[in-house]
């Protein structure tokens, strides 16, 4: 994430003659509103990104040229409202005091660094009349201390006013935006910025006034790169499905993977490998195991719950955004490996997002199928060095990347476990289709891909296209079932 930010604060010096020895500063914001551009690090203008503020709760959607503008103008400010040209005060120090000239009335409230960062002190509601205030607390400060102040005006009028005030009483301004000594930075941010858009990594910035102008370079996910264990796959369209092929196991016409029909993808990144039991005891602190104590195992008993978990705390610990919501979780079993998510309330997927999330069926196949054709990825018959079966699993859940990998370098997409999707059921069309994300929750249950090690070597149920569908979302007799994310482009 790159930002790169432009803030237009005039300035203006009095030499007033009042016995106090200070070199005075003015501060005027240019404008009432943040406005900028949003572009790619070629410099190249990206409409219909969001840019979102987030205390005044405002966000406006880029035009075709990238550009934007909020209005702060109204906002509600820490209970005030943007403060005009002729209440901006003028701020120094004499005699150990803190003093603020204002042209206006108006209720103000600050906070007082040192140099390292550490509040020094809090100044809550200070009633402020027209000319020189002293503000309280401030008698602690010395002639030689540099502070830092961070002001708002409550009532009447609202603006954020950043200052150093320096040694022998010499007011100094420190220009908003620039590094400051140590974590001291950290006192102007009082607001904050975040861009999101399609395609592109979300970025944030903590803003500490307004009135400025922001102009935000976005990166997009690098074409071909390796990001956190996953693979790119670019957009492409190819053909889903397999003509008369049924699974026996599911209801028809559930398992059915047919008719074949055309379906395109936008970009996206998957997992290389399912999500191992060190993968998810590392972000989750629990994991639903069946054969515990086998860190490179492929995770075996997971529910489509745990899984929709896993996917929203793996978003948060990247800073990403968390693509499911609910209202409520239930659980059972003990921790570790006995616990397991049994329900989630009125869970949404916000395709809309970045963050990570199952894999769509169609987003699944075509990653399993590599590019090619064939029953399975490696060809029409089975064979060993691609997959954990029933004749070379030992009974159990193995270790991941050990059998040859896809035309993608995906490892075990056929065996080891059944994987997850993010899909509901619904029996295939003849119609050709762009990101096809299948029915809400709830209906059918979920799509489960791939085959797991108990299948007998050379069933129906390796194929690419085989489809086997699972409504015990929260079942707890699982010791086949796993999991791997995708992270879209989308």
């Known amino acids: 994430m790159a930002l790169s930010i432009a803030r237009f604060i005039r300035k203006a010096k009095f030499g007033i003659g009042l016995g106090l020895g200070l070199s005075l500063i003015c501060a005027v914001v240019a404008n009432a509103d943040i406005s900028g551009t949003v572009s790619d690090s070629l410099g190249n203008p990206i409409g219909g990104a969001i840019v979102f503020i987030k205390k005044i709760n405002k966000k406006d959607t880029t035009d075709i040229s990238g550009k934007y503008t909020i209005q702060i103008a109204g906002s509600a400010i820490l209970a005030g409202k943007p403060l005009t ?6 701020m120094g120090i004499s005699q150990g005091k803190l003093k603020l000239f204002s042209s206006d009335k ?9 140099a390292s960062g550490k509040k020094l002190a809090t100044i809550k509601n200070q009633d402020v009349k027209p000319g020189w205030n002293d503000l ?9 201390q540099v502070v830092f102040v961070r002001m708002h005006a409550l009532a009447g009028n609202e603006n954020s006013v950043f200052r150093i005030v320096g040694s022998n009483g010499v007011a100094r301004t420190w220009t908003v935006g620039k590094s400051m000594p140590g974590p001291a930075k950290k006192a102007a941010d009082f607001d904050s910025m975040v861009v999101t858009c399609k395609a592109f990594k979300s970025a944030a910035k903590a803003i500490s006034s307004y009135g400025d102008v922001v102009n935000v370079i976005m990166k997009n996910w690098p074409i071909g790169s390796k990001v956190l264990g996953m693979k790119y796959l670019p957009a492409d369209t190819f053909t889903m499905g397999q003509a008369g092929l049924n699974n026996s196991n599911d209801q028809v016409p559930f398992g059915q993977a047919y008719p074949v029909h055309k379906v395109t993808l936008s970009a996206y990144y998957i997992d290389s ?12 602190q629990y994991c639903p195991t069946a054969n515990p104590g086998h860190v490179r195992y492929a995770i075996d008993a997971a529910s489509w719950y745990d899984a929709v978990l896993y996917c929203n705390a793996r978003s948060k610990r990247e800073k990403l955004d968390t693509i499911y919501s609910y209202t409520s979780a239930a659980s059972s079993g003990t921790m ?20 990570y999330r199952l894999p769509t069926e169609a987003e699944w196949e075509y990653a399993c199928r590599g590019g090619t054709h064939t029953n399975t990825y490696w060809g029409n018959s089975p064979d060993s060095l691609y997959e954990w079966a029933g004749n070379n699993a030992n009974g159990h ?6 059998k040859l990998p896809n035309a993608y370098k995906l490892y ?5 476990v059944w994987e997850w999707c993010n899909t509901f059921t619904v029996q295939f069309t003849s119609t050709a289709e762009i990101d096809p994300v299948g029915p809400a929750i709830g209906t059918n249950g979920a799509q489960l891909r791939g085959a797991a090690w108990h299948e007998n070597y050379g069933d129906v149920q390796f194929y690419s296209a085989c489809r086997h569908a699972e409504s015990r979302l929260g079942g707890t007799s699982f010791n086949n079932v796993g999991f791997r994310v995708v992270l879209s482009e989308r």
Do not use: Q, W
């Open 106 to 114: 108006m209720v103000v409230s600050a906070d007082i660094f040192a």
């Open 397 to 402: 859940t193995n270790e991941v990347a050990r």
């Open 136 to 144: 309280v607390p401030s008698d602690f400060i010395s002639s030689n």
């Open 273 to 284: 490998t399912e999500v191992t039991e060190a993968d998810f005891l590392d972000i989750m």
């Open 336 to 355: 570790p490996n006995a616990f397991h998510c049994t329900n989630i309330v009125g869970c949404v997927v916000h395709y809309d997002k970045t963050g």
């Open 85 to 90: 040209a002729t209440s901006l005060g003028l």
């Open 412 to 416: 075990d997409m056929e065996g080891n």
